[in-house]
Structures are given as C-alpha cells and as structure tokens.
C-alpha cells in the first residue's frame, strides 16, 4: 500500500504540522532512559558517490537516490536478541531491492545490509508502535521514501547529476523551498588537490509523529551522535555551504 506521492509543490501542509510539534516539543521534558531518541533520520544516498568511495564491487549504481537507512538519533542496537528475518519483509522485496539496494555489493547476497540496518537501528525505531516489527519498519520507511520523493523534487528544481558545479545553498534554497523544512546534507570533502565537495547524502528528519521536521535540533535537544558514514579512509561529513558541489552522474566521472 502506497501513500499518493506528494507533489512538491503542496508540500506548505508539512509546515502546518511542523509547527504543531515544535510547539508541543517545547514543553516536553527531555529524559534519559538509554534508548529514548527524538526524531528519525530518514537518510537517501547517492550510489554514484557510495561507489566512488570504496573500492568494491559495484556495478552500474543506480542514478537515482537510494534508501541508507530510518535512523533514530542517540541510539543504536536496542535489542541484540531480535534477529533479522528476511521472510519478515518478503512482500516488500520488489520496492526493498529497486529502493534500498546495497549499493557497495549488488553481486552479493543483498539482505546483509538490511540485516545490519534492522540491528543496528530499528530494533531502537521500534519503540514505535508504528514500526514495531521489521515489516513495519521497514515498509514504512519505503512510504517515507516515496512520500518525499526526493528524485523528482530535485528534478524539477533543476538540479540533476552533471559535470559542472552546483553552490550548496542553491541545493539548500530549492529543497527547503520544496519541503519546508532543512535536511542535513553530507558531502565527501575536496580530494588532495582539487576544490570541490562530492553530494553523497540527504537526510530528512521526521518527528515521532512522522511528520517532516528540520534537523537541526530544538531548544533542549541535544544534537546527536550521528553515524557517519564512513568507507575505508573516506567519510562523508555535512556539506560546507561555501565549496562548490559536485553531484556526479557516474563513478569514473572526475577522477
Ligand atoms: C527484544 O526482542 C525479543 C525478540 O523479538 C523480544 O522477545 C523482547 O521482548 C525484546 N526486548 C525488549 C526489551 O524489547
Ligand atoms: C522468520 O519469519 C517467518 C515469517 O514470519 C517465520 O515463519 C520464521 O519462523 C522466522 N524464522 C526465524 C528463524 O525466526
Ligand atoms: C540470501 O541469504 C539468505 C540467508 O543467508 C537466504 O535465505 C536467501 O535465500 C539468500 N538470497 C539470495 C538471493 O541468495
Ligand atoms: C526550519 O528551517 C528553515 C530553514 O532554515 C526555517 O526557515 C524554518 O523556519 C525552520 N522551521 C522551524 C519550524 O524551525
């Protein structure tokens, strides 16, 4: 079951609801049981810049955002003893590979990467009722994903895979104008010698209402320790707004 796609264009709703929560948030007390997290980090990176980032096995990346993974802040591997089943989700397997392929090993047995994401984060996502068993986190992340819709909303913002450079606050200005709300951009920073930081991810931040959000955090909040990614000696880190941006459109591109 698929929510209608959202046009970019009627995206003003989220901002309703946006400040619905921040205004509610306010009031909440933060607390500190270990696994309490405050918002989920749903992350799209780009294949082209994965696979530039580690020698491996890819193979023809798909040239459109992909799924990395629905992410609470402040927590990780909430329960050791709740093991993924991949015939949990195999009803979602046409959208699970098409969407949220293992971009580093596409020759391999794929379900590896979901396993790591199902241990390492939603065993803590599942606090929620609404993503409490792996079905459901995981099928509700493919509704995210589709419900942003973040190919076409940088389509039709003009931005697309390309030889030149992109400035980030442009990248910035049209996706917030898009939704309302800031993501948190990573890039991989300059290579020795040249000027420009390489797009690699964009993470939508989501309330536990599962309304969109703007990552950066609230009063209270603290800001948290977010996993980067990280491929043998490359790492991907928040975009720096003044470097110009390269979004590549293949790996052997600008070597
Ligand atoms: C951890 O997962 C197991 C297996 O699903 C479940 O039986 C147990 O209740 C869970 N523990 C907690 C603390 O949620
Ligand atoms: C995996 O999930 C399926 C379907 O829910 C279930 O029948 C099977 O027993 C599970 N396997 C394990 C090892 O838990
Ligand atoms: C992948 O591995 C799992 C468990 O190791 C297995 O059940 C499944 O059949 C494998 N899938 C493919 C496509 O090889
Ligand atoms: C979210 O961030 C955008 C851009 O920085 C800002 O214009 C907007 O007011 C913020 N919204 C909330 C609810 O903080």
Redesign the pocket.
Known sequence: MKPAKLHCWFLGCFSVALCCCCASDKFTQSDNHPHTWKKLYLAHHWPVTVCKMSANDCQDPPEYWTIHGLWPDKTEECNRTW?F?V??IKDLMSDMRRYWPDVLHSSLNRTQFWKHEWEKHGTCAATLQVLNSQKKYFGKALELYQHVDLNSCLLKAGIKPSSSYYQMTAIKEALTRFYGVMPKIQCLPPEEGEKAQTIGQIEFCFTKELQLRNCTALKGENEPVQADLKLGTEELSVCSDTLPTYYPSQVQDHK
């Open positions: 093991h089943n015939t949990e």
